[in-house]
């Protein structure tokens, strides 16, 4: 490792670098609160993307992200448990719903599976709006605690209620789980993803546990989108399971996560990083042309379907092919005709 | 040694008969010949051995073990391996990791060794590579490891189909149409592989297969299969002189005067 993984990963660790110094040279609020939100779309989308390698679609991303919230945030707030726990169960409810609802649901394929993945987010989202003695229904859930301070060895002590110190938190949170995402990808498990996406019928005649593989990464990523939405829940402090457009938990959200991972480019692992970072910072930039985002979103879809499949994070690989095509050209040799 | 024994095999479709009381007893170390005209359930029968559909009734046991209905994975690690009918591969993977993908049944690479990495799973990663080469070199397509399996000529894909099962160390192959669509050097190039394989390595094999002259060079033992049932059962000589085989494949003989 050491030196080689090094030089081979100085992009990651620099960019890694930048984030942790950002916050001390740009001391604006509001954009390390945009910031915050932008890691928890990356989570989303790298998960979201981590389940599509298998070549199914899910929209149910808001589902369990709602999931992770809420029973994080109730966890918290009645039983008064630490967020460093309750942070771990939110995602693990989530898990256990994924792998529950996974063995029927996983039966289907393509668009069918899509819907299914959809009910199960509204599901979600009905039960936490009609539930309302213990979710507070449609008022929503309110005073959710931020997270308990720690103690590093009785030396300092790290209290997480500005939002500076919140989004080292959140820094640390979405890179290891982004490391991880990544490892499983790159281990012997993500070469039987691949080949499950490429052929599932052979994939099964050389030994592969279909169902169970689909139902590992279906629950292992539900778990990390529950992370994603219980590090919401403890820096937002309130939840409420709106359905509308631009809210967290609306079907909209779910299918802007896809937007992300289908923007970025869902061949690289770089591309749902590139797709979310871009598509929440830009519409921050210009605010009023909110109401048209859906608009804007979907042509912007449409416009990468059709002209660059790869995505975003594919486009150094299509421009090198093509100043590649036009350096060949300006030194071809010119055609000389025998006579 | 009876390998695998068929024993009354039937399949329905909703009202189709589709394979009927099949008996059929496949020995170690041979090659038997599943033919039969198009629709005859020859194609159904491998599938039900590979555990893709299930059996409407009967049973087969592989190794005295009965094995009905098992899902196919569960088959696979028995040791049945199948190629299929077309040309059903990893298309967007190198021809390598096609291989690797079938080798990885036989070497437990463990979960936690191979997600951080560890110098024993990487080992374990090498002496696959070496034995995925192996297969290559096997079926000849060593020097096609790095291109993607998708850019294949349809002969050296069905030669990858092929690799992909024997990697897998199968026991059993189950072959469906291995020589459709080859030229005759090709045809006889892959005769000669699954011949080898039955030689030196033991490989008992199924082939299902239309074209005549590969079948009757390579199979020890014949069985034909007409509308679901087996009609006739023999060496291919014996089966090339059999009237039920000759009227199911051309027609009887009919008096119109």
Request: aromatic share 10%; hydrophobic share 50%; glycine share 10%.
């Amino acid at each position: 490792m050491n030196r080689k993984w090094l030089t081979s990963n100085v992009g990651s660790v620099v960019l890694i670098c930048v984030l942790f110094v950002l916050p001390l040279l740009w001391k604006s609020t509001y954009w390390i609160h945009i910031l915050i939100l932008t890691g928890l779309n990356v989570l989303l989308a790298v998960s979201l993307r981590a389940f599509s390698r298998l070549g199914q679609i899910s929209i149910g991303t808001a589902g369990f992200m709602l999931l992770g919230a809420y029973s994080s945030a109730l966890l918290a707030k009645y039983l008064g448990l630490s967020f460093w726990i309750t942070l771990f169960l939110g995602g693990l409810l989530a898990a256990v719903v994924a792998l529950a609802a996974g063995y029927p649901f996983l039966k289907a394929k393509g668009i069918y599976f899509a819907i299914l993945s959809w009910i199960l987010a509204e599901v979600c989202r009905l039960t936490a709006w009609y539930w309302s003695s213990l979710t507070g229904g449609s008022t929503g859930l309110q005073k959710i605690p931020p997270p308990d301070p720690i103690n590093i060895l009785g030396l300092t002590t790290l209290t997480f209620n500005t939002k500076t110190a919140y989004y080292y938190l959140m820094l640390v949170i979405v890179i290891v789980c982004l490391v991880i995402l990544y490892r499983l990808e790159r281990s012997w498990l993500g070469l039987m993803w691949s080949a499950i996406r490429e052929a599932d019928n052979l994939a099964q005649s050389v030994g592969i546990n279909i169902m169970g593989h689909k139902m590992l990464i279906f629950s292992v990523t539900a778990f990390f989108m529950g992370i994603a939405g219980s590090l919401y829940a403890h820096y937002m402090s309130t939840l409420s399971p709106y359905g509308e457009p631009g809210s967290v938990f609306s079907f909209t959200a779910s299918i802007y996560v896809l937007i992300y991972v289908v923007v970025g480019g869902e061949t690289r692992f770089a591309g749902p990083i590139i797709g979310a970072v871009l598509l929440t910072v830009i519409p921050e930039l210009v605010r009023t042309l909110r109401e048209y985002m859906p608009l804007i979103f979907g042509g912007l879809l449409i416009i990468v379907i059709f002209l660059i499949p790869d995505g975003i994070a594919g486009l150094g690989a299509l421009f090198s092919r093509c100043c590649g095509k036009a350096v060949r050209f300006l030194i071809r040799k010119p055609i000389t005709i025998k006579s | 040694m009876v390998l695998l024994n068929i024993c009354n095999l039937t399949k329905h479709f909703g009202g189709l008969t589709a394979v009927n009381d099949l008996n059929l007893k496949i020995y170690q170390g041979e090659i038997v010949g599943l033919i039969g005209p198009n629709g005859a359930g020859k194609s159904t029968v491998l599938n039900m051995i590979s555990g893709a559909i299930s059996v409407t009734k009967g049973m087969y046991t592989f190794k005295g073990k009965d094995i009905t209905g098992l899902p196919p994975h569960r088959i696979a690690k028995k040791g049945i391996a199948r190629v299929f009918q077309g040309n059903v591969l990893f298309r967007n993977l190198t021809v390598m990791t096609n291989v690797l993908v079938g080798i990885h049944l036989r070497n437990n690479i463990g979960f936690w060794g191979s997600f951080f990495g560890s110098s024993y799973s990487r080992n374990i990663e090498k002496i696959m590579y070496k034995k995925a080469s192996e297969t290559l070199m096997l079926v000849g397509l060593s020097d096609k490891a790095d291109e993607l399996a998708i850019n294949l000529s349809h002969g050296n894909q069905r030669l990858l189909c092929l690799a992909v099962a024997l990697a897998s160390d199968p026991e059993l192959l189950l072959l469906d149409e291995p020589v459709t669509g080859m030229n005759a050097e090709e045809v006889s190039a892959m005769v000669s592989i699954i011949r080898m394989l039955t030689d030196k390595k033991g490989i008992t094999s199924i082939v299902v297969e239309h074209n005549m002259r590969a079948v009757m060079s390579l199979c020890d033992r014949i069985a034909v299969i007409s509308y679901g049932t087996k009609i006739a059962e023999g060496s291919p000589e014996e089966i090339t002189k059999n009237p039920t085989v000759i009227e199911a494949y051309l027609g009887a003989e009919q008096n119109v005067t």
